[in-house]
């Protein structure tokens, strides 16, 4: 059984008005990653309309994949997610992607960085911007693509992390080629969709926030099997959500106004 919802909902790029159908049985928290993703893509579109007007438009294109050596950080939800939708593909294509997976655990291994992330993941405390600037700067530095990038192009396109959709930049591409040595314009985001999923799982279940790495992501999922499968009412997590939202929103509007004041 699903609720309509009819949000609207006020971002420094203007109005949210949607129509979310919610779960109203008892259902996992990754039942909410999909409806968030998509609340953050249109408060993004929003940005990138107010972005196009002021003679700005995103330099993204199919097959730009530079910012896919980066290191991108989920939320629980997301990777409890992920290793779910990876569970529905066929043998073959599990078996092609923990071998992956195994391969780029060696060579983080070999560069003393997985522990790093290792340490990450487990970290009783909310990781600040400065402690993850170092291990950041160490992954980018391997220029390991994404594992779930193929001939350039995301073969998870519809599944990605709210990190990839929410990277968008309006500077020049060549300046993508190397991220730490040039600036790059990115593109608002309204709502950081990672962001207010680890929020809400704290909320849950009294625990940090958590920020999981990609190639962590399965393995970290398969460890919390348990937490995984625990259940909410459906309805009563996306409000828990869209009260997270509302607050992530309402800093924004006071940053902007704090900033129009100096």
Not at 104 to 126: D, Y
Not at 220 to 235: H, I, L, M, P, V
């Amino acid at each position: 059984m699903r609720e309509r919802f009819e949000i609207a909902l006020n971002t420094p790029a203007g109005q949210i008005t949607s129509s979310v159908d919610v779960p109203t049985g008892f259902v996992p928290v990754s039942a909410i990653v999909p409806l968030m993703r998509r609340l953050g893509e249109e408060a993004q579109a929003l940005e990138v309309a107010r972005s196009i007007e002021s003679g700005n438009a995103p330099s993204c294109q199919k097959g730009c994949a530079a910012c896919c050596r980066m290191l991108v950080p989920l939320s629980a939800p997301e990777a409890f997610a992920l290793r779910d939708w990876v569970r529905t593909r066929p043998s073959e294509e599990q078996e092609r992607i923990a071998h992956r997976f195994s391969e780029a655990k060696v060579r983080l291994m070999s560069h003393g960085i997985w522990q790093q992330l290792s340490a990450l993941c487990e970290a009783p405390l909310t990781i600040t911007d400065e402690a993850l600037d170092g291990v950041n700067r160490m992954y980018y530095a391997l220029r390991l693509p994404c594992l779930f990038l193929e001939d350039e192009i995301c073969t998870i396109y519809d599944e990605r992390p709210a990190a990839c959709r929410e990277l968008l930049v309006t500077s020049p591409p060549m300046h993508c080629e190397d991220l730490i040595k040039n600036p790059i314009d990115p593109v608002s985001v309204p709502i950081q969709v990672s962001t207010v999923l680890g929020l809400v799982w704290q909320e849950l279940t009294n625990a940090p926030t958590r920020l999981i790495p990609l190639p962590l992501a399965l393995e970290w999922a398969d460890r919390y099997e348990g937490e995984s499968r625990r259940t909410w009412k459906g309805d009563e997590l996306f409000d828990q959500a869209l009260d997270k939202t509302w607050r992530f929103v309402s800093q924004s509007f006071a940053r902007i106004s704090k900033d129009s004041d100096k």
